[in-house]
């Protein structure tokens, strides 16, 4: 049973930093892309980044390129969101996700909550 369980969310004021990790389980994950997700209130949800398990590439929303980096610990199976120069717009409930490469997002996290004041 794959599971995905997210961490580090808060609250941090505009131009700081947090770490999102999301730790997953249950199976291996080599052939997987995980990614990062956030919904702010009213918005729909949309995509932040997602990185190739194996080989490592990435890709980020234009919104938060420079600031935001993917990156994954093969050895503990998490994946971390650094999040820098943060913004009020960046405050959202943020998910990480895992689909095998060329598929649908198949599992979800319960989603960490990030709020970033002006």
């Known amino acids: 049973q794959v599971q995905l369980v997210e961490s580090g969310g808060g609250l941090v004021q505009a131009g700081g930093s947090l770490r999102l990790s999301c730790a997953a389980s249950?199976?291996?994950?080599?052939?997987?892309?995980m990614g990062w997700f956030r919904q702010a209130p009213g918005k729909e949800r949309e995509f932040v980044a997602h990185?190739?398990?194996?080989?490592?590439?990435?890709q980020y929303a234009d919104s938060v390129k420079g600031r935001f980096t993917i990156s994954r610990d093969n050895a503990k199976n998490t994946v971390f969101l650094q999040m820098d120069s943060l913004r009020p717009e960046d405050t959202a409930v943020y998910y990480c996700?895992?689909?095998?490469?060329?598929?649908?997002?198949?599992?979800w996290g319960q989603g960490t909550q990030v709020t970033v004041s002006s």
């Open positions: 996700a895992a689909r095998v490469i060329s598929r649908d997002y198949d599992y």
């Open positions: 990185i190739r398990w194996s080989g490592g590439s990435t």
């Open positions: 249950g199976r291996s994950f080599s052939s997987y892309v």
